[in-house]
Every structure is written in structure tokens, then in C-alpha cells.
């Protein structure tokens, strides 16, 4: 569902629009109500039809957009979000980690949420990725991903300020990060022989010490490590070089040391294709890469291309999972 008042709804009738002639079949959890007066007042040709089941979803998605009925508590107004409404954006997120546990779904999609409305309502975790966490069982392991056709990167802190993304940075945090990551490149990608590239954290890579010893004392231990598990690792990177066209041949992923760090480049260099992958856990999960969107919520000019690539995205690891 994603925040009722954002632009997710939108993005959902988009996405169905492009996808129900050839594209994997999906099925929103939403209120239909909402999303039918959404088709209409956006004028997209989206019938939508409650569905009881995801079996029933796959019989449906080639005439109408399938819906398992997640019911609202008030008519959302676009780009206010509502506190009364949060409850319900939980229980989706509930509710598809479950179908996707029972085997019933292959992936899991989420559209943006806002956090701070959760927040109000009770809401415990700092977001998506650490709830998913706790319903799966896989509390600690979860690492975010952002990958597009052009590159792929891992931040090994992810939300927490640069201040406090240097001060937590431990070389524990960047082996977890790097193995796991490995292990899906391996598992979801099809690449049996995964190419990580660990980024420094100070200009130059810290200039052999002159611009900072983080990469002496934390960077360069937890590459050892991981050469003794036997992966193809490279680095520490100077940053500012480490995302080039020429650069980025010589690697699958890189492994980021704070959330912009890795980002930035990845969001410049493809922003309508990038997207949030969840690694760790025992199910997938994808996201596109971009927020609720609120200035453009119900005006009907939101593109739905990185919903759209999660989407397929969140199709081909299914199926590689289920190989």
C-alpha cells in the first residue's frame, strides 16, 4: 500500500497499466474503494477487482488490477498523511510478509510509507527494512541494497547522521555487510563468483593516513577477513573515483561506508531504475528508490518506472529463489 496519501496508489494503477498484458502478475494489498476512486478522479482506465486470495489475483490481473482488501479508516487526502490511516499501512505490510512466508506470493513490493506518521501511531521501527526484519525473523541480518542496471551498492550504516554513521562504524558491521551481500549476488543474481568492491571513507581513500586512519584500522582488517573467506574483494576505494564507468567494470557491487555515499552516485546515475533491495532476509523484497512524494500526490503526473522496476526486479529473484 505504501502511505495512502502519497503517491503509491498512483503508482499501483500505473504499474498494472503497463504490466497486465505480458508483465508477472501482482496483487496490491489496499483498499479498493480507495484506489477505484483514484482511477477515476486520475481518469486511468483501471478496473479494480477484490480478490480473496493471490491464486485468485493470477486469474485476474489480465482484465483488472487485483486487490486483497486492506480497508481504510478515512478517505485519504493527498499529500496529507493521516494518522488514522497508519494502522492500516501496517497491516499491509503484515499481511504480504505473511503470504510471502507461506509460499502463496514470490516477492514482496512496498510502496514509500511516511515514518513519522507511523511514528504517531505507535509504530516501534525506524522503517521498512527493520519491521520486515522482525517479521521474518531476521533481526540484525537485514542489509539495504539500491541496484539498477548501471550499478549496484550496499551502505553498511544506513540512516543514522554522518556523525554518527563515523562513530558506529565498526569492521564487524563491514564483514556482516560484505558477506551477506556476496551471499545474494550468488543466490538471487546468478553471479557465482561475486566482485565487491569496499569503499574508503576519507578523501583519497585517507592518503595513507594523512586524511584520516579509518581505513588502516577498520577498513583494511575486515577486507583481510573477507580474503580469508575466499571472496573476491577489492579496495579500500578512494570515492571519488570508485563510481566511473571504467571503475565500475571492475566490480558487481560496492560496499559503501554511509548512506549517501552510496546513493548519491547510484540515484545521479539512474534514478528512474534504481531500486531497494533487502538482503538477509528470508524472503524478497524490493522497493523503488524514491520517497511518498507528497508535492505531486493526486495530481497525476507521478511515474511509476521505478515501481515498475522493482516490480520486475522483485519477479526475477523470485523465480531464481525458487529454483
Not at 496519501?5 to 504490466?19: D, M, P, S, V
Not at 571503475?247 to 557491487?253: H, S, W
Not at 538477509?280 to 515498475?308: C, F, M, N, Q
Request: hydrophobic residues 45%.
Amino acid at each position: 500500500m505504501g502511505c495512502p496519501a502519497g503517491i503509491g496508489g498512483e503508482l499501483t494503477l500505473r504499474a498494472w497499466l503497463a504490466r497486465h498484458r505480458s508483465g508477472s502478475a501482482f496483487v496490491a494489498l489496499d483498499d479498493p474503494d480507495r484506489l477505484t476512486a483514484l482511477a477515476q478522479r486520475l481518469n486511468l482506465d483501471v478496473p479494480v477487482r477484490a480478490v480473496e486470495t493471490p491464486a485468485q489475483a493470477v486469474a485476474a490481473f489480465a482484465s483488472a488490477l487485483p486487490v486483497l482488501s486492506i480497508p481504510l479508516a478515512e478517505p485519504p487526502i493527498p499529500g496529507q498523511p493521516s494518522k488514522a490511516n497508519a494502522p492500516a499501512v501496517v497491516r499491509s505490510i503484515e499481511q504480504a510478509t505473511t503470504l510471502a512466508l507461506q509460499g502463496q506470493v514470490s516477492a514482496v513490493v512496498t510502496n514509500p510509507i511516511n515514518k513519522a506518521a507511523l511514528y504517531d501511531a505507535g509504530f516501534a521501527y525506524p522503517g521498512h527494512t527493520e519491521f520486515l526484519a522482525h517479521l521474518t525473523g531476521a533481526i540484525g541480518r537485514q542489509i539495504m541494497m539500491l541496484a539498477s542496471p548501471t550499478l549496484r551498492v550496499v551502505p553498511v550504516t544506513v540512516h543514522a547522521s554522518l556523525r554518527d554513521s563515523i562513530a558506529m562504524l565498526t569492521t564487524g558491521m563491514i564483514v556482516a555487510a560484505a558477506r551477506t551481500t556476496a551471499e545474494a549476488l550468488r543466490r538471487d543474481f546468478g553471479l557465482p563468483h561475486p566482485r565487491l568492491a569496499i569503499a574508503g571513507l576519507n578523501p583519497h581513500a585517507g592518503e595513507q593516513g594523512a586524511l584520516g586512519t579509518e581505513e588502516t584500522t577498520i577498513i583494511e582488517p575486515a577486507l583481510a577477513t573477507l580474503r580469508q573467506d575466499g571472496l573476491d574483494v577489492s579496495g579500500p576505494w578512494p570515492p571519488d573515483t570508485m563510481f566511473t564507468a571504467k571503475a565500475r567494470g571492475r566490480y558487481d557491487a560496492a560496499i559503501c561506508m554511509y548512506h549517501d555515499q552510496a546513493l548519491i552516485p547510484l540515484k545521479t546515475l539512474d534514478m528512474d531504475h534504481g531500486v531497494n533491495v533487502t538482503l538477509g532476509l528470508p524472503i524478497v523484497r524490493t522497493s523503488p528508490d524514491h520517497g511518498t512524494a507528497y508535492d505531486i500526490a493526486g495530481k497525476g503526473i507521478a511515474e511509476a518506472t521505478s515501481l515498475i522496476a522493482a516490480l520486475d526486479l522483485a519477479a526475477q529473484l523470485g523465480s531464481a529463489r525458487s529454483h
